[in-house]
Structure formats: C-alpha cells, structure tokens
C-alpha cells in the first residue's frame, strides 16, 4: 500500500454508537492530521500530531477523541455524535522539521471517511 | 484572522475554452499558498506551492500565479478530465496549519 490509507471509506451511525476512523500513512512523514471537510465549506483543521505529540486542537467538541499510538497511524474516536457531525473526514500527512517545527507544508491526504449520523 | 475566498463558487466551461479561478487571501505573513485538486469520493492532491508575489508555477494546462493580495490559476484549453474542485490554502508566517478555501467547482464539457 502506498500513501495514506482511511478506513472505513462510509460509515452510518446512530447518535448512541461509538465507532473509530483508522488512518495510516505510508510515506515515512512525521506529522498527521484530521480534516472535516462539509458541503461548500472550507476544510476545518481538527487535530495535528506531530512527532506523536497533539499539537492543535481546534476547539472540536469532546464527543471527537484523536489518538496517534506511532507516526504511521491515527485514530478517531467518534460517540455520541449529531447529525450535525455527518461530513467527509480527511486524515493527511506531512514530513516537519522536527527542530523549527514548521512543515514542508505539502499535505497528502486520504480519500476520506463518509459519515452519515442518523 | 487569516482568510481565504475563492471565486466563482462554480465554473461550467466548454473543451478548450481557457478560464481563471481567483483565491483572494488574508494573512498574517504568509509562508506559503497552495492550490490542490480535488476529484469526487477522493481526497485533496497537491498542485502547486507558491512563496512569494510573482512567482509563476506550471503544470500541462494549469499555471499558478501569486501577488500580495491573491493567486489565479489559468486553466488553458482545459479538457473533460480537468473537471474537479479546486481548492486555494495558505499558511501564515507563524503557525503550522493550512487555511483552505471553500473551492471552486469546475466542469469541462465535451
């Protein structure tokens, strides 16, 4: 497999389920990220790991919980979600200089995880 | 707050009829602009990265523009297969996330 990977591709849920989106990015980058990207609306910066540190949280609502166990994956973990919610999710990565921190800024992105919450 | 609106919302054109898309950006310094192309059910794929005002970026028919205000990118003669969304982002001098625009829709009729 090559470049970053989502699963599940759909995903339908109930407001009461606890589900997870997987990411896993095979580019040797050090920096992961969540997007939610909604209908003629800009994409929204979720959460940033770099070097499997969160740096960015972007005011998201707790029923979202990220998770990076290593630099190749990224987890995130959905309950109690609104209907509100339903979107495209994109997980993306990126190679940072680990020094200054600052990014080679060219994100690769996944091809996203639908979520429709009923 | 750094900001970024691309125009129109929705461009129809026809096989070989040359078009711009705008990206009018507000930034605190910017570090960088980026336009990706994005096809249905897939996500963002890199085009170009643009640093500086008047700096010119080319690849087949698209060509990349950028001045202190905003960023075209030139369709030429555009194809069927050129028909996508076409997203603008930038990223402040301090700080490490992008800021996107809502897109431009582009189809190119046969």
């Known amino acids: 497999e090559t470049g970053v990977t989502q699963t599940p591709r759909h995903l339908v849920m109930g407001m009461t389920n606890k589900k997870s989106l997987k990411c896993e990015q095979h580019?040797?980058?050090?920096?992961m990220y969540w997007y939610k990207q909604s209908a003629k609306k800009p994409l929204e910066l979720m959460f940033v790991?770099?070097?499997?540190?969160?740096?960015e949280n972007n005011s998201v609502p707790s029923r979202f919980s990220p998770e990076c166990p290593n630099s190749s994956h990224l987890f995130l973990h959905l309950h109690t979600l609104q209907p509100e919610d339903s979107a495209l999710y994109l997980c993306?990565?990126?190679?940072?200089?680990?020094?200054?921190?600052?990014?080679?800024?060219?994100?690769?992105f996944g091809a996203g995880s639908r979520l429709t919450v009923l | 707050e750094d900001q970024v609106t691309q125009s129109p919302e929705a461009l129809r054109l026809q096989e070989g009829e040359s078009s711009s898309l705008n990206c009018s950006y507000t930034v605190s310094g910017l570090r960088g602009l980026f336009w990706y192309r994005q096809d249905p059910g897939k996500g963002p794929e890199f085009l170009f990265t643009?640093?500086?005002a008047g700096e010119e970026k080319e690849k087949e028919r698209l060509k990349a523009t950028l001045t202190k205000k905003e960023s075209f990118l030139h369709i030429t003669a555009p194809k069927p297969e050129d028909s996508a969304t076409y997203l603008c982002a930038v990223r402040a001098e301090y700080g490490n996330k992008l800021v996107f625009g809502a897109g431009t829709i582009l189809r190119v009729k046969s």
């Open positions: 790991y770099s070097l499997e540190e969160r740096v």
């Open positions: 580019l040797g980058h050090n920096a």
């Open positions: 993306a990565s990126s190679q940072e200089n680990p020094r200054t921190r600052s990014g080679a800024n060219v994100l690769t």
């Open positions: 643009l640093y500086s």
